[in-house]
């Protein structure tokens, strides 16, 4: 296996871990968006279901 594809292969790996990390409490979506709040806080907002949390 070449260096650009053992690379290819890391990067969806950490994607699929991400993904899996941050999947929303409310339905299980995948699909969520990391947002700055006023105080500089984070927070996440599903953009299936609009739940949202910190």
């Known amino acids: 296996m070449s260096a650009s594809r053992s690379k ?3 990067d969806l790996l950490a994607a699929a871990e ?5 999947s ?3 339905c299980g979506s995948a699909h969520v ?8 806080g984070v927070s ?3 953009t ?3 739940h949202s949390w910190s």
């Open 44 to 46: 996440y907002v599903c």
């Open 8 to 10: 290819e292969a890391d």
């Open 33 to 40: 968006a990391q947002v700055l709040g006023d105080n500089g």
């Open 24 to 26: 929303c409490p409310s």
């Open 48 to 50: 299936s279901c609009g």
């Open 18 to 22: 991400i993904r899996a990390l941050l």
